[in-house]
């Protein structure tokens, strides 16, 4: 597609319960990161994916929480046992190989509200 | 560690008036900065980015920025503000020199335009 696509736009869910957050990027892209951004907390870096490199999951909250990229190209963000604080929208990027300076281009996210 | 501040949370200029948003950053070698920009329900925009060379650089929607080494500071601006800017302005670093892989955000800018 032209842009990062996202899915679902908008997520409510109960404490608790397992969610999946899906992202689509821009063909021909090889790297692919997941942020989080809650109220008051800013934008905060949640993992990289780039091409067949072991994922960079250092901003990972917390084991709750895992991604996975299938086939170079569609990233899944997997939410476990939902908590209240993990309410926040959920933006997917993409770049070109990063380490070239390219630009990092960000999706529309997923808000997730937890109740 | 490596840090950006925005210091205004949330700025008001009236229509046609000239803006100033600023940013500071803490990080040992020169990082490479961006300012992105976010409208309401939509994902982030890259409006400018610094790598090397001139200092003043040139983004889009007429807006520009100075990387000033002395002050750390990169701070946005635009000589005359239309209602479309009314938006929130995010302020990145990467933490790795050359890397982009992991952006560093500020907290944001909430800018609102008076007619």
């Known amino acids: 597609g032209a842009g990062v696509s996202q899915s679902p736009s908008n997520k409510v869910t109960e404490k608790g319960k397992d969610v999946e957050l899906r992202c689509d990027p821009i063909?021909?892209?090889?790297?692919l990161y997941w942020y989080r951004q809650s109220l008051g907390q800013g934008l905060e870096f949640l993992i990289y994916?780039?091409?067949?490199?072991?994922?960079?999951k250092s901003g990972l909250p917390s084991d709750r929480f895992s991604a996975e990229r299938t086939g170079g190209s569609v990233s899944t963000l997997t939410i476990q046992r939902t908590q209240q604080e993990d309410s926040a929208v959920y933006l997917c990027a993409s770049s070109l190989d990063p380490f070239s300076g390219n630009t990092i281009y960000f999706g529309e996210g997923s808000w997730l509200t937890v109740v | 560690a490596q840090s950006v501040t925005q210091p205004d949370i949330h700025i008001t200029v009236s229509e046609g008036a000239s803006l100033e948003l600023r940013c500071n950053y803490s990080y040992g070698a020169t990082p490479y900065l961006f300012w992105y920009v976010q409208s309401p329900g939509q994902g982030l925009q890259l409006l400018l980015k610094y790598f090397s060379g001139d200092t003043l650089v040139q983004g889009i929607k007429g807006f520009e920025a100075e990387f000033k080494r002395s002050q750390s500071s990169f701070n946005l601006r635009k000589p005359s503000v239309h209602w479309s800017d009314a938006a929130e302005y995010f302020c990145a670093v990467t933490p790795y020199g050359g890397a982009t892989n992991k952006l560093i955000f500020g907290t944001g800018t909430l800018l609102a335009v008076q007619p």
């Open positions: 063909s021909g892209h090889t790297a």
């Open positions: 994916f780039q091409g067949n490199s072991a994922p960079d």
